[in-house]
């Protein structure tokens, strides 16, 4: 007999955009992680909150994501439902006057692309960031001198009530990769940006550069999930744990990054479970060495 929660929700979602026993792997950028029970697509605010008013009502555990960039997921999976806002929450609205309303699912390349087709210029350090407004509004996102908070003055946004607020940015608390939606543990929705018209040919140069830099310093052909460990205050984290004698230290399939020391990445189909015990030995030995315990970036989902 077919399980009354799904029922309950295909009257929400059409059965194309919801999906059983999902390898998560297949949805984040360190391709690693167990099935989930269900993973569900939404594209609107309104399929959003019906979804979690559902899951609140059936009680079945939820988790938001983006596009997966900063997570790993337990090999064991995930026992209840994931909700992402990927590809199918991405829109962009663009008015004359430099503002940008965008749906939290939105790549941040393309939302860069699309700002630098319009001449508009202030976003060109978010170009190369992996990941969706949602992570980037939520975590302060920055690269390259450039943040969120400076080009931000609004988001709309879920509480943990189903209650949605709009926040003007002065009430987002931003700062070094943190913001109130951490604190209270609100969703991004969408959010409403500024920017000022520019040189097009200036603002593509300076993002194909700012590109090239990344390229250069960062192992952008292995999976990752970006920059494995938050910047101690005072420190670099990779320095730190490149002078520990880690570059290349290695679990199974994870390893710390020779090309760069703040990245564990998932050398040869690695498990969560190794790329939490990589994660785990180079804070115990980066603390016992210098002192300084590394906090990481990376959100765990699932048993462990």
Same mark, same amino acid.
């Given at each position: 007999?077919?399980?009354?929660?799904?029922?309950?929700?295909?009257?929400?979602?059409?059965?194309?955009?919801?999906?059983?026993? $999902?390898?998560?792997?297949?949805?984040?950028?360190?391709?690693?992680?167990?099935?989930?029970?269900?993973?569900?697509?939404?594209?609107?605010?309104?399929?959003?909150?019906?979804?979690?008013?559902?899951?609140?009502? !059936?009680?079945?555990?939820?988790?938001?994501?983006? %596009?997966?960039?900063?997570?790993?997921?337990?090999?064991?999976?995930?026992?209840?439902?994931?909700?992402?806002?990927?590809?199918?929450?991405? %829109?962009?609205?663009?008015?004359?006057?430099?503002?940008?309303?965008?749906?939290?699912?939105?790549?941040?390349?393309?939302?860069?692309?699309?700002?630098?087709?319009?001449?508009?210029?202030? +976003?060109?350090?978010?170009? @190369?960031?992996?990941?969706?407004?949602?992570?980037?509004?939520?975590? %302060?996102?920055?690269?390259?001198?450039?943040?969120?908070?400076?080009?931000?003055?609004?988001?709309?946004?879920?509480?943990?009530?189903?209650?949605?607020?709009?926040?003007?940015?002065?009430?987002?608390?931003? @700062?070094?990769?943190?913001?109130?939606?951490?604190?209270?543990?609100?969703?991004?929705?969408?959010?409403?940006?500024?920017?000022?018209?520019?040189?097009?040919?200036?603002?593509?140069?300076?993002?194909?550069?700012?590109?090239?830099?990344?390229? $250069?310093?960062?192992?952008?052909?292995?999976?990752?999930? @970006?920059?494995?460990?938050?910047?101690?205050?005072?420190?670099?984290?990779?320095?730190?744990?490149?002078?520990?004698?880690?570059?290349?230290?290695?679990?199974?399939?994870?390893?710390?990054? $020779?090309?760069?020391?703040?990245?564990?990445?998932?050398? $040869?189909?690695?498990?969560?479970?190794? +790329?939490?015990?990589?994660?785990?030995?180079?804070?115990?030995?980066?603390?016992?060495?210098?002192?300084?315990?590394?906090?990481?970036?990376?959100? +765990?989902?699932? !048993?462990?």
């Amino acid at each position: 007999m077919e399980n009354l929660f799904l029922k309950k929700l295909i009257q929400i979602l059409p059965e194309e955009r919801i999906k059983l026993k $999902e390898p998560m792997a297949n949805h984040t950028s360190l391709h690693i992680g167990g099935e989930a029970d269900y993973l569900a697509l939404p594209v609107s605010t309104e399929e959003v909150c019906a979804v979690i008013s559902l899951c609140k009502q !059936e009680k079945m555990p939820y988790y938001i994501m983006g %596009n997966g960039s900063n997570l790993l997921v337990s090999d064991l999976g995930y026992r209840g439902l994931i909700l992402k806002l990927g590809e199918d929450f991405s %829109n962009i609205q663009v008015s004359g006057d430099g503002t940008v309303r965008a749906q939290a699912g939105v790549l941040l390349s393309k939302l860069a692309s699309v700002v630098a087709d319009h001449s508009l210029t202030g +976003f060109e350090f978010a170009s @190369g960031i992996p990941g969706t407004l949602g992570g980037a509004v939520t975590m %302060n996102a920055g690269a390259y001198g450039g943040e969120m908070k400076h080009c931000l003055t609004a988001a709309k946004v879920l509480d943990e009530e189903g209650n949605i607020l709009v926040l003007k940015a002065e009430e987002l608390k931003l @700062g070094y990769r943190h913001s109130i939606l951490q604190e209270k543990g609100y969703v991004l929705l969408e959010a409403d940006m500024q920017f000022t018209y520019g040189n097009p040919e200036e603002i593509r140069q300076k993002m194909r550069e700012l590109n090239a830099q990344r390229r $250069e310093k960062q192992p952008l052909d292995k999976y990752s999930a @970006g920059s494995t460990f938050k910047r101690p205050q005072g420190y670099f984290a990779g320095k730190l744990i490149s002078d520990a004698g880690l570059r290349g230290y290695q679990v199974g399939g994870a390893a710390v990054s $020779e090309k760069h020391c703040g990245f564990i990445i998932n050398k $040869e189909n690695a498990t969560a479970g190794e +790329f939490l015990a990589v994660t785990r030995d180079v804070i115990r030995i980066v603390e016992e060495k210098y002192g300084v315990r590394l906090e990481p970036e990376v959100k +765990f989902l699932g !048993e462990f």
